[in-house]
C-alpha cells in the first residue's frame, strides 16, 4: 500500500516490528486521526484502517492518517487492535454489535472521555475480544480529523482503564502501545477516572460554554469587540462539539453533578461575600492562585 | 536627563511635540510601567515622572519606563496630565488628598478597572484639576511592572468616562493622547462601562479563580498534573493579584451580583440537565459557540 507522508524516526520505534500489524480506528476525529498519525510513524509497516464516513475518510487518506478506510465496520474485521473513537454513546453501541463483524482474536480499546459506562457496555464481548479502556489526555483548540497531529499524545498521560477481574488480558500490550506512540500509560478504575475528570475537564467545559452564553447574551456582538484576552481564554473551549458532550454528560451524571454543586456553593459563597467583608474572596484568590502555580509546566 | 531605552518612531507621533510636557503615573504596575514606555517612545521630550515604592520606581528606571521617580506624590507637582494607575481604592483615596500637592492646573485621568465610585471620589477635585476616567483595556498574563511592555494599548480599547455635564474639559486632550498611543478612545457613561465590564472581564475573573480553587482542591496537585491545555486556558486568570480584585469587587457589587446570579442560574440549568434530557445542555452550547464565533480577530 502507498505511502503518502514520509516516514521519519520517533523514540517510539522507528522500524521496530509493531505490536499490532494491523489496528482498525473506528471514528477518526481529532483523536483517532491523531492515532493514526503516530502509528504511522511509529511502526511504519503497520497497517492502519480507518472506519467513518465517506467524507472524513477521504480527508483521512489525503493526510496519510490512514492506509485503508470506508464506512462499513467490516474492515475492521482481520485488526489484530480496534480502537472506537467516536462519541461515547456510539463507541457504547458498537461494543454491543462488533463481535458480529470480527470473527478472530482482537484486542479491543476506546480513546472515550468516560469510562464506567463504557466497561459496562463492554461487557457484552466475547473472551475473543478483550477490552481495557483507554483515555488519551491530548487535545487541541481545534477538533475534526483536518486538526490532527502525529505527536498529539507526546508526553501526555493515556489513562488506562481494564476490566475489574485483573491481570486484564491485553493490559500489558496496550501499555506497551501507548508507551511506544510517546504517552504515558496510567492504570486506574474506571470510577475514579470519571471522578478525576468530572473536575479536570467536564466541569471547565460546562463552565465555559455557560460563561460565554452569559457574557454573549448581555454583552451582544458590540460588547464582545471589546473583551480582552482574559475572557477569550476563558471561553476557549466554547466552541466544542456540542455532540461529543452530550455523551460525556449523560455517561458522567453523578460527578459532573457533585462538581457543579462545589462550583455554584463557592460562586454563592463569592456573591455573598462581594461588597461586603473580603474573606471569601480573598480566600478563592489565594487557594486558586497556589493551585494555579502548582500546575507542572506542560 | 539620560533617556536609557533607545527611542523609535510609532505611528503615535515620533518627533511630533507631546501633547503634555509632564506627565506623573501615580501606580507603576503593569498597566503604569507599559504607559511610560509608550509616552516615551511616542514624545521622547515629554518627561515621564513615576510615583510608587523605591524598589518598583528601580526597576521602572532600570527598564527605561520612566524618566524621574520616586515614593511621593509631590513628585506630580507640576505635572500636566496626572495618570492614577494604582488599585481602585487606592486611586480613589489619592483623589482626595491630590490638590494638596498639585499647585497649577492639571488634567487628572485613571486607568482603573471600575468607573463610577472613582467619577464619585474625583468630585472632590477642584476646577482648576478636571477630571476624565479611563480605562485601557489590555492586559497580560503576567502583571506588575517588570511585565510592561510599550505596545500593550497598540489596536486596544480604551474607554473614557467624562462627568456628566459635557463637554468635559480636558476630554478631547485625553482622547487625542490616547490616540497617539495607539489605543482606540471610546467615551461612554460610568455606568454603562461599569455593568459591561462586570460581563466583559470581572465575571470571568471570579470564574476563573473559582474553577481553580474548587479543581485544585478536588484534583490535588498529582490530579493537576495530568491536566491538559483546556484547564490551563480556563484557569488562566487565577494567578491575578486579589488587591486589585477586592477594590474592584467592592466598587461594582450590583453589576458583579447581578453577573453571578445569571451565571450560578444557568449552571444550576445545565445541572437540573445533566444525565436528563439534553435541551438545556444543546442551547447553552449552541449560544456559547456562536457568540465565540463572532469574537473578532484580536
Do not use: C
Request: hydrophobic residues 50%; charged residues 20%.
Amino acid at each position: 500500500l502507498a505511502k503518502t507522508i514520509p516516514v521519519t524516526e520517533t523514540r517510539g520505534g522507528g522500524g521496530a516490528p509493531p505490536l499490532f500489524e494491523r489496528v482498525a480506528i473506528v471514528g477518526f476525529g481529532l483523536i483517532g486521526g491523531s492515532l493514526g498519525l503516530a502509528i504511522r510513524q511509529t511502526w511504519p509497516s503497520s497497517l492502519v484502517i480507518a472506519v467513518d464516513s465517506k467524507s472524513v475518510i477521504e480527508t483521512a487518506m489525503r493526510m496519510g492518517a490512514a492506509d485503508v478506510g470506508g464506512d462499513d465496520l467490516v474492515l475492521a474485521g482481520d485488526a489484530q487492535l480496534i480502537v472506537l473513537a467516536a462519541p461515547v454513546l456510539a463507541n457504547n453501541a458498537l461494543l454491543g454489535e462488533l463481535a458480529e463483524y470480527v470473527a478472530g482474536d482482537a484486542l479491543v480499546t476506546d480513546v472515550g472521555s468516560t469510562k464506567r459506562a463504557t466497561m459496562t457496555a463492554a461487557e457484552a464481548l466475547p473472551p475473543r475480544l478483550p477490552f481495557v479502556g483507554g483515555h488519551p489526555l491530548a487535545g487541541a483548540a481545534a477538533s475534526g480529523v483536518d486538526a490532527a497531529r502525529p505527536d498529539l499524545f507526546t508526553g501526555r498521560p493515556w489513562l488506562l482503564t481494564p476490566p475489574l477481574e485483573r491481570p486484564a488480558p491485553g493490559l500489558e500490550r496496550l501499555t506497551a502501545f501507548v508507551e511506544a506512540l510517546g504517552a504515558l500509560p496510567r492504570v486506574t478504575s474506571a470510577d475514579d477516572h470519571d471522578r478525576l475528570l468530572a473536575y479536570l475537564s467536564h466541569l471547565p467545559q460546562l463552565v465555559a460554554s455557560a460563561l460565554m452564553d452569559v457574557v454573549g447574551t448581555h454583552a451582544g456582538e458590540s460588547g464582545l469587540a471589546l473583551a480582552g484576552r482574559g475572557l477569550r481564554d476563558t471561553t476557549r473551549l466554547a466552541e466544542s462539539p456540542a455532540a461529543i458532550w452530550r455523551d460525556i454528560a449523560r455517561t458522567n451524571p453523578d460527578h459532573l453533578r457533585a462538581a457543579l454543586d462545589e462550583l455554584i456553593e463557592t460562586l454563592e459563597a463569592v456573591k455573598a461575600d462581594v461588597g461586603g467583608g473580603d474573606a471569601v474572596l480573598e480566600r478563592v484568590f489565594a487557594s486558586a492562585a497556589a493551585w494555579k502555580r502548582r500546575f507542572p509546566p506542560i
